[in-house]
T-cell receptor, first 111, second 116 residues
Framework: SQELEQSPQSLIVQEGKNLTINCTSSKTLYGLYWYKQKYGEGLIFLMMLQKGGEEKSHEKITAKLDEKKQQSSLHITASQPSHAGIYLCGAEGTSGSRLTFGEGTQLTVNP | GAGVSQSPSNKVTEKGKDVELRCDPISGHTALYWYRQSLGQGLEFLIYFQGNSAPDKSGLPSDRFSAERTGGSVSTLTIQRTQQEDSAVYLC??????????????FGPGTRLTVL
């Protein structure tokens, strides 16, 4: 079965700093999803990556999928307290449908 | 509705009791998923519905767990004879998927279940 490993597990940064979260898969990724979760709430969709080498940006968040489609990174530029939360990467398996998730990265942004 | 809704938002029950959790997906979404999120376990897949049928039930942890979906819309997750290890946040998601990959899943706010 596919496993996703996220690093770091937690991250504390000062407002305005840049940061990167990584997601590494044990198998080739067919669809890689990034979600954000605030405590006690559901998951908010951020981005989906399909193709090797693909890069997508939304506001100050950029996600990339490497050429071999086994690793993705999420980069936040000039972080703000509103970026705080748990970031989860999720991957589709070989038959689509269900998502397997990483353990999550807890991000704290201090003002 | 505008998004996926779940009820109740919080449920506290005693060990051994049965509970029912409800999910209302986004209108028109054919696929519906149940996940469980607990401390130390991350987010685990439970079951997936395509229409009213469940082609993938592989994530259900025991026969105490069951789920159904009626009319291709609302789904109910039932846990019988609850145990303390069932305590978790149960998340529901839906997507427009008909087949294949790359179908964004929209998540509900979850039901926080506490078994005393």
């Amino acid at each position: 079965s596919q496993e996703l490993e996220q690093s770091p597990q937690s991250l504390i940064v000062q407002e305005g700093k840049n940061l990167t979260i990584n997601c590494t898969s044990s198998k080739t990724l067919y669809g890689l999803y990034w979600y954000k979760q605030k405590y006690g709430e559901g998951l908010i969709f951020l981005m989906m990556l399909q193709k090797g080498g693909e890069e997508k940006s939304h506001e100050k968040i950029t996600a990339k999928l490497d050429e071999k489609k086994q690793q993705s990174s999420l980069h936040i530029t000039a972080s703000q307290p509103s970026h705080a939360g748990i970031y989860l990467c999720g991957a589709e398996g070989t038959s689509g449908s269900r998502l397997t998730f990483g353990e999550g990265t807890q991000l704290t942004v201090n003002p | 509705g505008a998004g996926v809704s779940q009820s109740p938002s919080n449920k506290v029950t005693e060990k051994g009791k049965d509970v029912e959790l409800r999910c209302d997906p986004i209108s028109g979404h054919t696929a519906l998923y149940w996940y469980r999120q607990s401390l130390g376990q991350g987010l685990e897949f439970l079951i997936y519905f395509q229409g009213n049928s469940a082609p993938d039930k592989s994530g259900l942890p025991s026969d105490r767990f069951s789920a159904e979906r009626t009319g291709g819309s609302v789904s109910t997750l039932t846990i019988q004879r609850t145990q303390q290890e069932d305590s978790a946040v149960y998340l529901c998601a839906s997507s427009q998927q008909t087949s294949g990959f790359y179908n964004e899943q929209f998540f509900g706010p979850g039901t926080r279940l506490t078994v005393l």
